[in-house]
């Protein structure tokens, strides 16, 4: 069975501080892996996606395939950094699409 | 640019009675997905639509119903409501299927929070 696993319900960090949001997988194949952020009173969105090699707001994800797990991480987190996030992978779902599914979340609370 | 806007925000309903939650984006996306998302847990594929009149189920698509007469719009309609579906349901549109670029990303909704009693 596919399965996206985020252990952690609330991290909380110092301003400043390394932030590192955990993402363990269990899928058949090779899912393409994104995280999304929802920040307080506004909409889940796409924050990064693994294929694009991408650095967005500082944050960055490294797929390690040995371990199935693409954390999400940042060297110094600011107070807007607060929000939930969820890691969600993509498996095929036929006819050249894919669907995602979403983990749990892991709200993100940086202390000022 | 409104996106995706669903109605209503907030609704309680009685054990057994039946509603519609409203979706409707203005992007021309053509697919659209129902999430609903439980207490402490990750969303849930309801169902999707990849066009108009064309409709599939995701995970979990028992207890609802839904059409896609249009492009912009896409109602869940829920029928004999129990407890179990005491949820947040979240609206998404992505312009066209989701590829592994990630070039077509999901646009959501505000959510529409739904409690059984």
């Known amino acids: 069975a596919q399965r996206v696993t985020q252990p952690e319900k609330l991290l909380s960090v110092f301003k400043g501080a390394p932030v590192e949001l955990k993402c363990n997988y269990s899928y058949s194949g090779s899912p393409e892996l994104f995280w999304y952020v929802q920040y307080s009173r506004q909409r889940l969105q796409l924050l990064l996606r693994h294929i694009s090699r991408e650095s967005i707001k500082g944050f960055t994800a490294d797929l390690n395939k040995g371990e199935t797990s693409f954390h999400l991480k940042k060297p110094f987190a600011q107070e807007e950094d607060s929000a939930m996030y969820y890691c969600a992978p993509a498996a095929y779902s036929g006819a050249g699409s894919y669907q995602l599914t979403f983990g749990k979340g892991t709200k993100l609370s940086v202390i000022p | 640019n409104a996106g995706v806007t669903q109605t209503p925000k907030f609704r309680i309903l009685k054990i057994g009675q039946s509603m519609t939650l409203q979706c409707t984006q203005d992007?021309?996306?053509?697919?659209m997905y129902w999430y609903r998302q439980d207490p402490g847990m990750g969303l849930k594929l309801i169902y999707y639509s990849v066009g108009a009149g064309i409709t599939d189920k995701g995970e979990v698509p028992n207890g609802y119903n839904v059409s896609r007469s249009t492009t912009e719009d896409f109602p869940l309609r829920l029928e004999l409501a129990a407890p179990s579906q005491t949820s947040v349901y979240f609206c998404?549109?992505?312009?066209?299927?989701?590829?592994?670029?990630?070039?077509?990303?999901?646009?959501f909704g505000a959510g529409s929070r739904l409690t059984v009693l």
């Open positions: 998404a549109s992505s312009s066209d299927r989701l590829r592994p670029s990630g070039a077509n990303v999901l646009t």
């Open positions: 992007m021309n996306h053509n697919y």
